[in-house]
């Protein structure tokens, strides 16, 4: 089975305050507070007796943001060294405690059931077979738990994007294939989950994105005029 490298997101989370690039610090707390606000709308539970675990956390500004505004008890997994570094060092900024842990997303540390709420962004399409890491957080989530699962829609001009900076050989994250809303559901539910929630999302313009995404945006926002299902997230929220 195909997978992104360890070695091309350590690139990525070294390049953190480079403007326009995607570990930038200020367009990624943006980003941030965008997946927080849906999270709110779609009333998840979120506060001190609730354990959850980012898996793919990245440079840790969801998580950390996570355990400073509700309280959570936050975990974090990533399998990239400099992004854990990051996490470990941002939760320290803030005076928050999350527990990190080098792994793959394939073999995690954790024991059966252990998780209330699994959020998993931007992980899953790494895979050629993305059921593989979604079946592993089943194991991991506890009966009646939550699992946010959001990849990059099929239906964007995003895959336009990754198609010619691919042919460019400016692609910096390694394999990813694209799934519609309809596809992750389909992983979930035959991972075991039930889904309660299937969501194509238009992504607003963060400050410092690249040109680039300033014209992915404005497609994608036409497109979805005509077609209800186009936008730049899949999303769904599923229950064990
Ligand atoms: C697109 S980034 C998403 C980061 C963050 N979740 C977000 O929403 O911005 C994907 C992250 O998943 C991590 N990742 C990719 N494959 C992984 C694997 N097999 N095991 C653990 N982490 C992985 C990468 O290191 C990277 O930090």
Redesign the pocket.
């Known amino acids: 089975m195909k997978?992104?490298t360890?070695s091309s997101?350590d690139k990525?989370?070294q390049q953190n305050e480079k403007i326009g690039s995607y570990g930038c610090s200020i367009r990624?707390y943006a980003?941030t507070k965008f997946?927080i606000y849906l999270y709110q709308k779609w009333g998840v539970e979120l506060n001190n007796k609730v354990k959850v675990l980012?898996?793919?956390?990245?440079e840790g500004s969801?998580i950390v943001e996570l355990v400073k505004s509700f309280n959570v008890q936050g975990h974090a997994?990533?399998?990239?060294p400099q992004?854990i570094k990051r996490t470990e060092e941002l939760a320290i900024e803030n005076s928050v405690n999350v527990r990190c842990e080098e792994?793959?997303?394939?073999a995690t540390p954790y024991k059966d059931n252990t998780f209330d709420v699994i959020i998993?962004?931007?992980?899953i399409e790494?895979?050629t077979n993305p059921k593989e890491?979604t079946q592993e957080m089943f194991r991991i989530l506890k009966p009646g738990g939550k699992l946010l699962l959001?990849v990059p829609n099929t239906y964007s001009y995003g895959v336009i994007d990754r198609l010619w900076q691919t042919l460019k050989g400016e692609w910096p994250?390694g394999y990813q294939k694209e799934i519609s809303p309809s596809g992750l559901k389909k992983i979930a539910l035959s991972s075991g989950f039930a889904v309660e929630r299937v969501e194509s999302i238009l992504r607003p313009n963060f400050p410092q994105d690249r040109e680039q995404m300033t014209r992915i945006v404005k497609h994608d926002n036409f497109y979805r005029k005509l077609f209800p299902k186009w936008g730049f997230f899949s999303w769904i929220v599923a229950v064990k």
Not at 103 to 106: R, T
């Open positions: 997978q992104s360890v997101w990525v989370w990624r980003a997946k980012e898996a793919g956390c990245g969801l997994l990533d399998f990239s992004a792994a793959n997303i394939l998993s962004n931007g992980v790494h895979f890491p959001m994250f």
